[in-house]
Nanobody, 115 residues
Framework: QVQVVESGGGLVQAGGSLRLSCAAS????????MGWHRQAPGKERELVAA???????NYADPVKGRFTISRDNAKNTVYLQMNSLKPEDTAVYYC?????????WGQGTQVTVSL
């Protein structure tokens, strides 16, 4: 059974930083893509950033230059370093991963950015 476990959310003041971590386990297939989505109250879930096992990255425009995604393939773990946080970054952040046959989601971690 595949498990996706996030950690690292919390409350931070605007301009601050947080680092999210997500570990995936339990699949016999490789985790080809790992990444993060977020969902703010009253809004749809949106992509934040993603990274392939080969290291190719993709970022949503609002976070470019502020967030950095990375991964440790040996540990099937993905990280999201979030700098210069803004109140509009407040959301539940969901880790996701995709193998060749299925996609999996974590339960989400709350990130709250105060003024």
């Amino acid at each position: 059974q595949v498990q996706v476990v996030e950690s690292g959310g919390g409350l931070v003041q605007a301009g601050g930083s947080l680092r999210l971590s997500c570990a995936a386990s339990g699949s016999t297939f490789s985790f080809i893509v790992m990444g993060w989505h977020r969902q703010a109250p009253g809004k749809e879930r949106e992509l934040v950033a993603a990274i392939t096992s080969g290291g190719s990255t993709n970022y949503a425009d609002p976070v470019k230059g502020r967030f950095t995604i990375s991964r440790d393939n040996a540990k099937n773990t993905v990280y999201l370093q979030m700098n210069s946080l803004k109140p509009e970054d407040t959301a539940v952040y969901y880790c996701y991963t995709r193998t060749g046959v299925a996609a999996y989601w974590g339960q989400g971690t709350q990130v709250t950015v105060s003024l």
